[in-house]
C-alpha cells in the first residue's frame, strides 16, 4: 500500500476503533493533514502509549498522522550549545548518544528508568513529553534541565514553549490539536546531576522519580534544580532560588529540609502501586539522595558527611 494513502481498516480487523492510517513524508504535509482533520486526527509517534489506547478504545480518533516517516524529525544535533533532538528521536537513540552522554547525561540517566529497550527503541523522545504521564520521566527531566519545546502548526507557525509551561495536567499539555512538537532544546549546563527512583518492578513506571542538578561555586551552592514525578497530575518543578538554596553550603541537613519542604506540598495519588503517604516518604528519601550525588558530582560532596536518611 502506497505510504501516503489513506487506507480504511475494518472493525473487525483489530481491537480499534476502525481509522484511517497517513503516513507523510515531509512535515509540511504532516501539518496540512492536522489542519484540515482538525480534532478527528491524532499523531502517532512511537505508538508505545497510543496503540494501547486505541487497543483499549480509550482513544479514537478518526485518524492517525504518523510521523515515523519524516527523516528531520529524527535528529540529534548540537547547536550553538544547546542540544537539539527530533521529536521523533527515539528513546534508545538519545540514551545511546556520545553528544547526550558527554554534555547532557541527566538526560542519558533518566532514559534508562523508561521501560525496557524493546520500548525504548520505538518510543519516542517527544512522545513521551506530548503524552504527558504524570508519572514518566522525561517531563521532570525536561524541567529540571530547563528544556524548551519548539511547536508547529500550519496556520500558527513555529512557536517554542518552556518546559515550565508545557505540561497542564494528566496527560494534557499546551499543545494545540493542530500542532507538532518538532523539536526539543536544551541548554548546556554545568555542574552535577542526578536521576533517582523507586518503582515496583524494573521497568514499571515510576512511583517517585527526583531529576536534580547542582552548580557550585567555591563550596557554595550557586544553582540547583529538582523537578519530581509520580507525586502530582504532573511533574513538578523546584529551584535552588526558591527552596533557599542558593548561597548555602551543600550540607545533608540542608538536603533534608530541602526535601520535607517538597515532600509538605506535593499531593501524590494513592492507588493500589502505593498510598499517597508512602509517595511522599520517598520524596523525603530521594531528593537528598539526588541533591548528594548531584553535589558529589559537581565537584565538592557534601561538607559534613554522615548520612542520608535511608
Ligand atoms: C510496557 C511499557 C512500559 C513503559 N514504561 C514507561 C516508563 O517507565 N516511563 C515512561 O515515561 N514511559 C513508559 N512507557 C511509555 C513510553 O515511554 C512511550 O514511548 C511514551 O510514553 C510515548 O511515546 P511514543 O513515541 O510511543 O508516543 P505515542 O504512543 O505514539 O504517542 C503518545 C501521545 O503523544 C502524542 N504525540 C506523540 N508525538 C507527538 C508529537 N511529536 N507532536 C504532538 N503529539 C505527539 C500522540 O498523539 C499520543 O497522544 C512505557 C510503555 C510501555 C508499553
Avoid at 492517525?64 to 529524527?74: H, P
Avoid at 546531576?193 to 515510576?206: L, P, T
Wanted: hydrophobic share 45%; proline share 6%; net charge neutral.
Amino acid at each position: 500500500m502506497p505510504p501516503n494513502q489513506i487506507a480504511s481498516y475494518a472493525a473487525h480487523a483489530l481491537k480499534s476503533a476502525p481509522f484511517a492510517y497517513l503516513a507523510p513524508l515531509r512535515l509540511a504535509d504532516a501539518l496540512d493533514h492536522l489542519a484540515e482533520l482538525g480534532e478527528d486526527a491524532r499523531v502517532l509517534a512511537g505508538g508505545q502509549s497510543l496503540i494501547p489506547l486505541l487497543a483499549l478504545r480509550l482513544a479514537r480518533p478518526g485518524v492517525l498522522v504518523d510521523l515515523g516517516r519524516i527523516a528531520s524529525l529524527a535528529e540529534v544535533q548540537e547547536r550553538e550549545g544547546w542540544l537539539v533532538l527530533g521529536s521523533m528521536t527515539r528513546e534508545l537513540q538519545a540514551e545511546r548518544s556520545a553528544l547526550v552522554a558527554r554534555g547532557w547525561p541527566l538526560l542519558g540517566a533518566a532514559l534508562r528508568f523508561i521501560g525496557h529497550s524493546a520500548i525504548r527503541s520505538r518510543g519516542t523522545v517527544g512522545g513521551s513529553l506530548a503524552h504527558a504521564d504524570p508519572a514518566a520521566e522525561l517531563p521532570a527531566v525536561a524541567l529540571a534541565l530547563q528544556a524548551e519545546l519548539v511547536a508547529q502548526s500550519k496556520g500558527r507557525g513555529e512557536r517554542t514553549i518552556a518546559a515550565l509551561d508545557f505540561f497542564l495536567g494528566p496527560y494534557t499539555t499546551a499543545l494545540a490539536s493542530d500542532e507538532i512538537l518538532t523539536e526539543i532544546r536544551i541548554p548546556s549546563s554545568s555542574g552535577g546531576f542526578s536521576f533517582q527512583e523507586v518503582a515496583r518492578r524494573h521497568g514499571d513506571f515510576a512511583l517517585v522519580g527526583v531529576a536534580a542538578t547542582v552548580e557550585l561555586e567555591r563550596g557554595r551552592i550557586k544553582g540547583c534544580r529538582v523537578a519530581l514525578t509520580g507525586v502530582s497530575d504532573r511533574p513538578v518543578p523546584g529551584s535552588g532560588t526558591e527552596l533557599g538554596m542558593v548561597g548555602e553550603e551543600p550540607t545533608p541537613k540542608l538536603f533534608r529540609a530541602v526535601a520535607q519542604q517538597l515532600a509538605a506540598v506535593v499531593r501524590p495519588p494513592s492507588d493500589l502501586h502505593g498510598t499517597a503517604g508512602y509517595r511522599r516518604q520517598l520524596v523525603s528519601v530521594l531528593v537528598p539522595r539526588a541533591l548528594e550525588e548531584a553535589s558529589a558530582r559537581a565537584g565538592v560532596g557534601p561538607i559534613d558527611g554522615g548520612g542520608l536518611s535511608p
